[in-house]
């Protein structure tokens, strides 16, 4: 299964550094859609990524617009994560894909309401307290994409550690 992250104008380099760092981990292609909040050259993406970003499949669009055209959500296996969302996100079978896509909004306003909106049968959530607004957006993306890889059997992954196979 191939799993595709997207992250719809994220705001704080080191965020989306760490994303970036688990998506090399986990063999999770990332799409960032512009505008971005920072530059892909900035020092603190760099360093959340550590030395894993020519690990990393990235493709970078212009806008949210392009991304759509390009990935249509009714053609392609799609989901959006939000605080919005009336479905459990490890309440969909994830495994019944050969490709997912999951999109993430920017950390201070999440997806346009519009695309929530028409794709509200799409919508997934991480479950939390009433009272506060949200979880990190790297600790998002990570909770998510480990269900999605969980539900896989962790497919490509390896499961037993180096240490113990020498052992």
């Known amino acids: 299964m191939k799993l595709n992250i997207v992250m719809c104008e994220p705001e704080i380099p080191q965020n989306t550094g760490n994303i970036a760092r688990t998506c090399a981990a986990i063999g999770a ?5 512009e505008p971005l909040g920072f530059k892909i050259e900035d020092k603190y993406l760099k360093r959340a990524g550590l030395d894993y ?29 939000t605080t919005k969302a009336e479905h459990c996100y490890s309440d969909i079978d994830y495994s019944k894909y050969q490709e997912l896509y999951i999109m993430f909004g920017k950390e201070t306003k999440g997806l346009p309401e519009e695309l929530l909106k028409k794709y509200i049968d799409k919508t997934i959530r991480i479950p939390m307290r009433e009272s506060l607004r949200s979880l990190n957006l790297s600790n998002s993306v990570a909770i998510i994409a480990y269900e999605v890889l969980r539900q896989n059997k962790f497919d490509n992954l390896q499961e037993i550690s180096n240490y113990f196979l020498k052992l």
Do not use: Q
């Open 29 to 33: 292609k990332l799409h960032l859609i």
């Open 53 to 81: 970003w020519d690990k990393l499949e990235i493709e970078i669009h212009d806008n949210l617009e392009k991304f759509l055209e390009k990935y249509s959500p009714i053609e392609n296996a799609m989901f959006f994560a």
